[in-house]
């Protein structure tokens, strides 16, 4: 049985180093458009952050900002001020490792966009093959060293042919 009402994903949470930094490249470079900021949250005695967050129970949650991404996930970016200290960001093999996946037009403009705004690009851009044949991708990492992907298939994907439902497509959203 599904969890009851769901209806699909409202939002990634994501942890920051820098908010201001992460602004800039999420606004300028990426196209996210922000929407509001909330913060400081911190307690000086009890566990609430403990409790609530799984974090310690007097790390201060510096600032939030809400963000959305086109026609993708909203994305909730936190700037804490980590009571125990830091750990470097996962990879993709880590446990808890991660990526955020962009969808583009075209693999190749996005790419060469990316390179001139300075940002790291993994490589050069692979074509997939088997239930994935008809896609390309490329990794990219922001400047805090979060993985990001853009990935393309205006053609659709192998794996569609012949169903009659797919998985979500921000250029197709209401499909």
Known sequence: MPLPGMR???HLGVTVPDLDEADDFLVRVLGAERFYELGPFAFDEGDWMAEHLNV???TVMRRLR???LGNGTNLEVFEYEPADGQRPVPRNSDLGGHHLAIYVDDLDAAVEYLRA???RVLGEPTVSRN????QRWVYFLSPWGMQFELVSFPDGKAYERGLDRTLWHPAHPSR
């Open 117 to 119: 705004e300075g940002v």
């Open 131 to 134: 239930a994935s044949e008809g």
């Open 56 to 58: 310690h129970p007097r």
């Open 66 to 68: 809400f963000y959305r």
């Open 8 to 10: 699909g994903s409202d």
